[in-house]
């Protein structure tokens, strides 16, 4: 929160805006006063944004959505204009903490405060899917504690439950890895059950401060997201058995808001449910508006701190996702908008690629491309370029190379060998292979399996296999679309020597700690991980390499 800046507007609408309270890539979020001297919150977006049709339209769906949803958990619009030269969303304004926030300041939850987070949660899901509406991304930012309890804000990215519209222009899905459900991660259209998915890692990192998924790099978040068992080990039991459930990788299987509710069950009742950090956060925002509004001018209606309501829905914080245009072939990376020239120059942005990921960061996967912003303004974006193809037959021509199925983790216990010290291949269905969604509504099967080490040490094999269709494309084409879908400018250097493949790329990861490997032969996709304290980047590669090679393997042999 801070003055407004010389070149900042004077007026937003009705709303004298007073000060700034958050800046990205979308625009600003700025502190107003409303005629009858109440405190709001106006999103308003960038000049040049405005002039995009597609964002103007999805910015207007962001207006319906938040009109639409009413309830004591949400934040309801005070009033809007998206056909504005520059459009406008104002909401009530409470200065309680985003829940990022509040575990950045003091820590983890205590366990009774993370079962009132819950149900409150729970609530506001019920109030949104009322309305018809899916969130599509709730996280720790997206949620604010305030002082009589929870309050769920940004809709963004919500859409009606019933749209057939999953991507926001082609190729385009936009999630946060994190905290996306593994329907999601596959490309399929979320529901309901795709929020109370967020929901329950949204609750694990409230109890713990970390997410149950883990992956150092975006590729392999989301991969975890998909195949593996969350990490629940620090969770409360108590609090485990409403998680959980949540979890769950079949939508299918998870609870509804309302049978989450009956899990939670009765609360405690508690004047003041967070621990103090938070109302310390309160008490300094709201002192700092009441100090905003009172030097803004003396145009301004006079300001308290006791002005500020306590009890009311608050602003939606900005949201991270970046509508950069995308160019249709490869080029250099767009820069990310300039920020207002009467506002502090932001830290220097990286023009380069970067496959950092921290949790809770918006993800825009295009195909190929993925372009986010970081919490710390730093601008990550992964550029699509075409991958060269092995031979001289059009892909178009070439047939089937592998035409029966992908082997389960229980048969590749018979036919690949992990090194000593690796315990037996698992998976979450062992014995199953899965019809894997794509995002032109096909299927195709796919396995992943894992092998662990007492010591931590992991290895990840994940098969896709593309059936040629009668009435599109081959089953290479597809495989190929699916491998140039990882391809990463800078970060993905190709290896046309693995031999037991067409080709390969390698994920270099920031971090040093791991290999990543990405293989297509044919018409199958592989996916190979090696990682831990014994396999450090230069000693993972050899087993990497060794892993594909007899997953290709366990395919043939079929």
Request: aromatic content about 6%; charged content about 20%.
């Amino acid at each position: 929160m801070r003055m407004l800046g010389v070149d900042g507007p004077t007026h937003v609408g009705p709303f004298r805006t007073v000060g700034v309270l958050g800046q990205g890539g979308m625009g600003q979020v700025l502190l107003g006063m409303a005629p009858d001297g109440r405190f709001v919150a106006v999103k308003r977006v960038h000049a040049d944004l405005a002039e995009d049709p597609g964002f103007r339209s999805r910015f207007r769906r962001e207006v319906d959505a938040s009109r639409r949803v009413s309830g004591a958990y949400t934040a309801p619009v005070v009033d809007a204009d998206p056909d504005a030269p520059t459009p406008w969303l104002a909401s009530l304004f409470l200065p309680g903490p985003s829940l990022s926030e509040a575990l950045e300041a003091g820590g983890a939850l205590p366990e009774e405060a993370v079962r009132l987070l819950a149900a409150g949660l729970a609530q506001a899901l019920a109030d949104i899917h009322r309305a018809d509406l899916v969130h599509r991304d709730l996280k720790p930012s997206n949620v604010l504690l305030t002082e009589d309890g929870v309050r769920v804000v940004d809709f963004g990215i919500a859409r009606a439950a019933d749209h057939q519209t999953k991507l926001t222009h082609t190729g385009a899905l936009i999630g946060s890895p994190a905290f996306m459900a593994p329907e999601q991660v596959r490309g399929e259209r979320p529901g309901p059950a795709g929020d109370v998915f967020s929901l329950g890692v949204t609750l694990v990192m409230a109890s713990t401060g970390r997410t149950p998924f883990a992956g150092n790099s975006p590729l392999a978040l989301m991969h975890s997201v998909a195949h593996d068992v969350p990490d629940l080990s620090s969770v409360p039991p108590r609090l485990r058995r409403i998680v959980e459930p949540c979890l769950a990788k079949d939508p299918a299987a998870r609870p509804t808001p309302a049978q989450l509710l009956d899990l939670i069950g009765p609360l405690a009742t508690s004047a003041r449910p967070w621990p103090e950090a938070v109302y310390r956060q309160v008490a300094d925002r709201r002192a700092e508006a009441a100090r905003l509004a009172a030097t803004a001018g003396s145009a301004a209606p006079p300001a308290t701190a006791d002005s500020i309501p306590d009890s009311l829905p608050v602003s939606m914080p900005m949201p991270v996702a970046v509508p950069v245009p995308v160019p249709a072939t490869a080029g250099p990376v767009p820069s990310p908008p300039a920020a207002p020239s009467g506002d502090p120059a932001p830290r220097r942005r990286p023009r380069w690629l970067t496959a950092a990921i921290a949790a809770g960061v918006t993800l825009v996967t295009v195909a190929a491309t993925v372009l986010a912003v970081g919490p710390d303004n730093v601008y990550y974006a992964f550029v699509p370029e075409p991958v060269p193809t092995p031979g001289s037959t059009p892909l178009a021509q070439v047939p089937d190379k592998y035409t029966k199925t992908v082997p389960t983790c229980v048969q590749v216990r018979r036919s690949m060998k992990a090194p000593d010290g690796f315990g037996e291949a698992t998976g979450n269905f062992p014995d199953k292979v899965w019809e894997q969604s794509d995002s032109d509504g096909h299927t195709h099967p796919s396995t992943a399996c894992v092998w662990h080490t007492r010591s931590g040490d992991k290895i990840d094999v994940t098969w896709n296999l593309y059936r040629s269709r009668t009435d599109g494309p081959t089953g290479s084409e597809q495989a190929k679309k699916h491998y140039e879908g990882m391809y990463m400018r800078s970060k993905t250097p190709r290896d046309p020597g693995l031999g037991f493949a067409e080709e390969g790329m390698w994920l270099k990861n920031p971090s040093d700690s791991s290999c990543l490997l990405y293989a297509r032969d044919g018409n199958l996709s592989l996916f190979i991980s090696v990682q831990g304290v014994h396999y450090p980047k230069g000693a993972c590669e050899d087993l990497t390499k060794d892993m594909a090679r007899q997953a290709v393997a366990a395919v043939t042999a079929l």
